[in-house]
Protein backbone atom coordinates (compact mmCIF):
# COMPACT_ATOMS: atom_id res chain seq x y z
CA UNK A 1 0.00 0.00 0.00
CA UNK A 2 2.65 2.48 0.98
CA UNK A 3 6.56 1.73 0.61
CA UNK A 4 9.85 3.84 1.14
CA UNK A 5 13.04 2.76 -0.71
CA UNK A 6 16.30 4.08 -0.49
CA UNK A 7 18.96 4.68 -2.47
CA UNK A 8 22.32 6.44 -2.26
CA UNK A 9 24.09 4.16 0.04
CA UNK A 10 27.70 2.90 -0.47
CA UNK A 11 31.29 3.38 0.15
CA UNK A 12 33.61 6.04 0.83
CA UNK A 13 36.61 7.64 2.48
CA UNK A 14 36.74 9.47 5.80
CA UNK A 15 35.90 12.97 4.73
CA UNK A 16 33.95 12.38 1.76
CA UNK A 17 30.13 13.01 1.27
CA UNK A 18 27.10 10.67 0.27
CA UNK A 19 23.40 11.98 -0.68
CA UNK A 20 20.61 9.31 0.38
CA UNK A 21 17.26 9.46 -1.27
CA UNK A 22 14.04 7.84 -0.32
CA UNK A 23 10.67 8.32 -2.33
CA UNK A 24 7.62 7.58 -0.47
CA UNK A 25 4.49 6.05 -2.87
CA UNK A 26 1.35 4.81 -2.66
CA UNK A 27 -1.81 5.80 -0.97
CA UNK A 28 -0.73 8.43 0.71
CA UNK A 29 -2.99 11.51 1.65
CA UNK A 30 -0.12 13.07 3.49
CA UNK A 31 3.17 13.27 5.38
CA UNK A 32 3.85 14.84 8.65
CA UNK A 33 7.25 14.04 9.51
CA UNK A 34 10.14 12.25 7.76
CA UNK A 35 12.94 10.90 9.49
CA UNK A 36 16.81 9.46 8.74
CA UNK A 37 17.49 6.64 11.54
CA UNK A 38 20.58 4.38 11.50
CA UNK A 39 21.87 1.54 13.13
CA UNK A 40 25.26 0.48 13.21
CA UNK A 41 26.22 -3.48 13.75
CA UNK A 42 25.28 -4.67 17.47
CA UNK A 43 24.10 -1.26 18.09
CA UNK A 44 20.50 0.35 18.29
CA UNK A 45 18.59 2.07 15.95
CA UNK A 46 19.11 5.98 16.34
CA UNK A 47 17.24 8.79 14.92
CA UNK A 48 19.60 10.88 12.88
CA UNK A 49 17.39 13.74 11.33
CA UNK A 50 13.82 14.59 10.83
CA UNK A 51 12.09 17.19 8.72
CA UNK A 52 8.15 18.46 9.01
CA UNK A 53 5.39 19.93 7.15
CA UNK A 54 6.95 23.50 8.21
CA UNK A 55 9.97 22.38 7.12
CA UNK A 56 11.51 22.68 10.27
CA UNK A 57 14.46 20.18 10.89
CA UNK A 58 16.06 18.52 13.88
CA UNK A 59 19.61 16.69 14.15
CA UNK A 60 21.55 14.27 16.61
CA UNK A 61 24.11 15.87 18.05
CA UNK A 62 26.46 13.57 16.20
CA UNK A 63 25.86 14.74 13.08
CA UNK A 64 24.82 18.53 13.64
CA UNK A 65 27.01 20.46 10.96
CA UNK A 66 27.66 17.79 8.81
CA UNK A 67 24.32 16.44 7.46
CA UNK A 68 21.76 18.25 6.43
CA UNK A 69 17.80 17.11 5.50
CA UNK A 70 15.61 17.81 2.73
CA UNK A 71 12.52 17.04 1.36
CA UNK A 72 10.29 17.70 -1.95
CA UNK A 73 6.78 17.56 -0.78
CA UNK A 74 5.48 17.25 -3.99
CA UNK A 75 7.59 14.31 -4.90
CA UNK A 76 6.92 12.92 -1.46
CA UNK A 77 11.17 12.27 -1.06
CA UNK A 78 12.95 13.09 1.70
CA UNK A 79 16.82 13.55 0.79
CA UNK A 80 20.35 13.45 3.84
CA UNK A 81 23.19 14.82 2.42
CA UNK A 82 26.37 13.95 4.50
CA UNK A 83 29.45 15.79 4.68
CA UNK A 84 33.01 15.59 6.02
CA UNK A 85 32.03 11.15 6.98
CA UNK A 86 33.45 9.74 9.94
CA UNK A 87 34.18 5.77 10.24
CA UNK A 88 31.52 5.98 13.09
CA UNK A 89 29.15 6.94 10.50
CA UNK A 90 28.94 3.49 9.34
CA UNK A 91 25.61 2.11 9.51
CA UNK A 92 22.43 0.58 7.63
CA UNK A 93 20.76 4.35 6.77
CA UNK A 94 16.58 3.98 7.16
CA UNK A 95 14.10 6.49 5.92
CA UNK A 96 11.25 6.28 7.80
CA UNK A 97 7.70 8.81 7.14
CA UNK A 98 4.77 9.17 9.74
CA UNK A 99 1.55 9.77 7.46
CA UNK A 100 -1.77 8.95 6.66
CA UNK A 101 -2.80 6.74 3.91
CA UNK A 102 -6.49 6.98 1.32
CA UNK A 103 -7.99 4.90 3.45
CA UNK A 104 -7.11 5.49 6.99
CA UNK A 105 -8.85 8.39 7.95
CA UNK A 106 -7.70 10.67 10.50
CA UNK A 107 -5.04 7.56 11.61
CA UNK A 108 -1.15 8.39 11.34
CA UNK A 109 0.89 5.98 11.39
CA UNK A 110 4.95 4.94 10.42
CA UNK A 111 6.45 3.75 7.47
CA UNK A 112 9.84 2.57 7.01
CA UNK A 113 12.25 1.65 4.17
CA UNK A 114 14.49 -1.33 3.92
CA UNK A 115 17.76 0.71 4.40
CA UNK A 116 20.85 1.26 2.64
CA UNK A 117 24.18 0.83 3.98
CA UNK A 118 26.79 3.45 4.33
CA UNK A 119 30.27 2.23 4.93
CA UNK A 120 32.97 4.93 5.60
CA UNK A 121 36.50 3.73 5.62
CA UNK A 122 39.59 5.44 7.71
Known amino acids: QVQLVESGGGLVQAGGSLRLSCVAS????????MRWYRQAAGKQRELVAYINTAGATNYADSVKDRFTISSDRAKNTVYLEMNSLKPEDTAVYYC????????????????WGQGTQVTVSS
Open 96 to 111: NAFLRTINSGAYYQDY
Open 26 to 33: GSIFSINV
